[in-house]
């Protein structure tokens, strides 16, 4: 019975697709992500990884907009999965977006769940991971989403295109690391290397043989897309003796410029095009942390991969090589450049933005301390002074729910799971980024989500506070792309800071680097009725609870309604 319905679901999709790729010539891309443990060898030693076809970085997803993707994943690790398609739109396919208890149960180990959805005017590059504990350390890869059959780039077409993909490595297994800090409250161990392309390079002990190498030649250009796909650190992004003209981030395309130094916090894309205009040799394309919180860990050391000119001389013949030049990377306190990288991204031409505004909301996001609890003993408060890590939006240090996702609980009605009070604005107003009393250090938990009606013009002021310490969030929102039409430093002031509004060229992402001690300012228009999460993508942050949840309603329409979930949703 239960194949029989599965069957009709999928034969039903088939036809529609059939339908509409025939008006489109779109295409059907069927993927299988095997995920599971397999032996990796980094920075001299072996681990066990999860890995999703035993590849890390994991399948390159390369597809035109407008094409529809099934991937059925199958959860052959010992741990829950989900997988998540990070700043896919998912156009009432909520179903798909993969967030563990937000918009599906975990597939549990043995289990599979087939993702479909379909690219709807994105182009550029997106990615996905696991969002699940901390299994995206291992579990990512890229999305490559090139124009509709047949349509150009809005820039001359590149000789070739590389995927360069900024992680994080843990000599360790990252499951246990989470594991060690939720015990003792304090922060989890830092990383041992960062990598581009799962290698963390040269200036790493045993990493040279497998450095990534990046081809270009002489009068070419490259296309990179690069991405962050590392958990808890934004990255500076640099090649030795060369301008990279960005020309995208986040899948939407943005008005070239040239810089010679990138900046991307967890989650964030960027294209750039780089050209072959130097004497045929090797240079190094190096990335290293950009680290704007106070007193606090950080990995300092630099992951490099190699850009390499095919008719450089050194590199034709084996065992003959020169050592790649070294560029030089910006200091990593230099909130300076961070700065002005944010401010030269513009879109490429004057867009929508929403003027008059439904939801004007005000969310600060910071860190937190929480009191040891009673039953608690010592070992499990090893944070500052006795106390536990937390982190909030509007105070509420967000509790994922544990039996049933808030999309499933929404979509049924089923009492009891949420509640619809996440404050619109902060419970109490302060001096946000001033010396906060340390009785506004607690967080409250909660799985609170905030309601918005179908069609909804939203504005959102991301505040970050100084408590414990200010530090350069990265924001991410499920489900959509939105405007960024402000930054700034302090306090926002709605009086003074909304004449600093870009309403004609802002750009279009998915995240958003909310400035150290400072605010972004966000707008989009609320058509994408599901659960959406929204949290801070640096992952020891989510894991403190720096996250909540939007419910877009239905609209009346009928093409304003999340889709009926698929059969195969897993169940908790
Ligand atoms: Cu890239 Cu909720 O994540």
Same mark, same amino acid.
């Given at each position: 019975?239960?194949?029989?319905?599965?069957?009709?679901?999928?034969?039903?999709?088939?036809?529609?697709?059939?339908?509409?790729?025939?008006?489109?010539?779109? %295409?059907? $891309?069927?993927?299988?992500?095997?995920?599971?443990?397999?032996?990796?060898?980094?920075?001299?030693?072996?681990?066990?990884?999860?890995? +999703?076809?035993?590849?890390?970085?994991?399948?390159?997803?390369?597809?035109?907009?407008?094409? *529809?993707?099934?991937?059925?994943?199958? #959860?052959?690790?010992?741990?829950?999965?989900?997988?998540?398609? $990070?700043?896919?739109?998912?156009?009432?396919?909520?179903?798909?977006?993969? =967030?563990?208890?937000? *918009?599906? !149960?975990?597939?549990?180990?043995?289990? @599979?769940?087939?993702?479909?959805?379909?690219?709807?005017?994105?182009?550029?590059?997106?990615?996905?991971?696991? $969002?699940?504990?901390?299994?995206?350390?291992?579990?990512?890869?890229?999305?490559?989403?090139?124009?509709?059959?047949?349509?150009?780039?809005?820039?001359?077409?590149?000789?070739?295109?590389?995927?360069?993909?900024?992680?994080?490595?843990?000599?360790?297994?990252?499951?246990?690391?989470?594991?060690?800090?939720?015990?003792?409250?304090?922060?989890?161990?830092?990383?041992?290397?960062?990598?581009?392309?799962?290698? =963390?390079? /040269?200036?790493?002990? !045993?990493?040279?043989?497998?450095?990534?190498?990046?081809?270009?030649?002489?009068?070419?250009?490259?296309?990179?897309?690069?991405?962050?796909?590392?958990?808890?650190?934004?990255?500076?992004? *640099?090649?030795?003796?060369?301008?990279?003209?960005?020309?995208?981030?986040?899948?939407?395309?943005?008005?070239?410029?040239?810089?010679?130094?990138?900046?991307?916090?967890?989650?964030?894309?960027?294209?750039?095009?780089?050209?072959?205009?130097?004497?045929?040799?090797?240079?190094?394309?190096?990335?290293?942390?950009?680290?704007?919180?106070? #007193?606090?860990?950080?990995?300092?050391?630099?992951?490099?991969?190699?850009?390499?000119?095919?008719?450089?001389?050194?590199? @034709?013949?084996?065992?003959?090589?020169?050592?790649?030049?070294?560029?030089?990377?910006?200091?990593?306190?230099?909130?300076?450049?961070?700065?002005?990288?944010?401010?030269?991204?513009? &879109?490429?031409?004057?867009?929508?933005?929403?003027?008059?505004?439904?939801?004007?909301?005000?969310?600060?996001?910071?860190?937190?301390?929480?009191? !040891?609890?009673?039953?608690?003993?010592? @070992?499990?408060?090893?944070?500052?002074?006795?106390?536990?890590?937390?982190?909030?939006? #509007?105070?509420? &240090?967000?509790?994922?729910? #544990?039996?049933?996702?808030?999309?499933?609980?929404?979509?049924?009605?089923?009492?009891?799971?949420?509640?619809?009070?996440?404050?619109?604005?902060?419970?109490?107003?302060?001096?946000?980024?001033?010396?906060?009393?340390?009785?506004?250090?607690?967080?409250?938990?909660? *799985?609170?989500?905030?309601?918005?009606?179908?069609?909804?013009?939203?504005?959102?002021?991301?505040? /970050?506070?100084?408590?414990?310490?200010?530090?350069?969030?990265?924001? $991410?929102?499920?489900?959509?792309?939105?405007?960024?039409?402000?930054?700034?430093?302090?306090?926002?002031?709605? %009086?003074? /800071?909304?004449?600093?509004?870009?309403?004609?060229?802002?750009?279009?992402?998915?995240?958003?680097?909310?400035?150290?001690?400072?605010?972004? +300012?966000?707008?989009?228009?609320? /058509?994408?009725?599901?659960?959406?999460?929204?949290?801070?993508?640096?992952?020891?942050?989510?894991?403190?609870?720096?996250?909540?949840?939007?419910?877009?309603?239905?609209?009346?329409?009928?093409?304003?309604?999340?889709?009926?979930?698929?059969?195969?949703?897993?169940?908790?």
């Amino acid at each position: 019975m239960e194949s029989l319905i599965s069957a009709r679901h999928s034969s039903v999709f088939l036809a529609i697709f059939l339908v509409l790729s025939a008006l489109a010539n779109a %295409k059907l $891309h069927e993927h299988e992500f095997v995920v599971q443990a397999t032996p990796v060898k980094r920075l001299c030693n072996t681990h066990n990884a999860i890995t +999703v076809n035993g590849q890390l970085p994991g399948p390159t997803l390369e597809v035109n907009n407008g094409d *529809t993707l099934v991937i059925k994943v199958t #959860n052959k690790a010992q741990y829950n999965l989900t997988i998540h398609w $990070h700043g896919v739109r998912q156009i009432r396919t909520g179903w798909a977006d993969g =967030p563990e208890f937000v *918009t599906q !149960c975990p597939i549990r180990p043995g289990e @599979s769940y087939t993702y479909r959805f379909t690219i709807q005017g994105q182009e550029g590059t997106l990615w996905w991971h696991a $969002h699940s504990s901390w299994l995206r350390a291992t579990v990512y890869g890229a999305i490559i989403i090139h124009p509709r059959e047949g349509r150009p780039y809005p820039f001359p077409k590149p000789h070739r295109e590389s995927v360069v993909l900024l992680g994080e490595w843990w000599d360790a297994n990252p499951i246990d690391v989470v594991r060690e800090a939720d015990r003792t409250g304090a922060a989890p161990n830092i990383s041992d290397a960062f990598t581009i392309n799962g290698q =963390p390079g /040269d200036l790493y002990k !045993c990493s040279s043989q497998d450095t990534t190498i990046v081809p270009i030649d002489f009068g070419e250009t490259n296309l990179l897309r690069v991405i962050n796909a590392a958990l808890n650190q934004p990255l500076f992004f *640099t090649v030795a003796n060369h301008q990279m003209t960005v020309v995208g981030a986040d899948a939407s395309y943005l008005k070239p410029f040239t810089t010679k130094v990138l900046i991307l916090g967890p989650g964030q894309t960027t294209d750039v095009l780089i050209r072959g205009d130097q004497p045929p040799s090797r240079y190094y394309m190096a990335g290293r942390a950009y680290q704007s919180a106070q #007193n606090a860990p950080f990995g300092n050391t630099t992951t490099t991969a190699i850009l390499q000119y095919k008719s450089a001389p050194c590199c @034709s013949s084996k065992g003959v090589s020169i050592k790649p030049l070294m560029p030089s990377l910006p200091a990593y306190n230099d909130t300076n450049t961070v700065t002005s990288f944010s401010k030269s991204l513009r &879109s490429p031409r004057k867009v929508e933005v929403p003027t008059e505004i439904d939801e004007n909301l005000f969310f600060t996001i910071g860190l937190g301390l929480n009191n !040891c609890p009673p039953n608690f003993g010592s @070992s499990r408060c090893q944070g500052p002074n006795g106390t536990r890590f937390a982190a909030s939006m #509007n105070n509420v &240090s967000f509790v994922l729910p #544990n039996n049933i996702s808030i999309l499933q609980a929404h979509h049924h009605g089923i009492p009891g799971v949420f509640t619809s009070d996440f404050p619109a604005k902060p419970p109490v107003k302060f001096d946000y980024t001033g010396n906060v009393s340390r009785s506004l250090w607690q967080p409250v938990p909660g *799985t609170k989500v905030y309601k918005l009606k179908f069609g909804s013009r939203v504005q959102i002021v991301l505040q /970050d506070t100084s408590i414990v310490t200010p530090e350069n969030h990265p924001i $991410h929102l499920h489900g959509y792309d939105f405007y960024i039409v402000a930054q700034g430093f302090g306090n926002f002031d709605p %009086k003074k /800071d909304t004449s600093k509004f870009n309403l004609v060229d802002p750009p279009m992402r998915n995240t958003v680097g909310v400035p150290v001690n400072g605010w972004a +300012v966000i707008r989009f228009v609320a /058509d994408n009725p599901g659960a959406w999460i929204m949290h801070c993508h640096l992952d020891v942050h989510i894991t403190w609870g720096l996250a909540t949840v939007l419910v877009v309603e239905d609209g009346l329409g009928e093409l304003e309604a999340l889709e009926p979930p698929p059969e195969d949703l897993p169940l908790c």
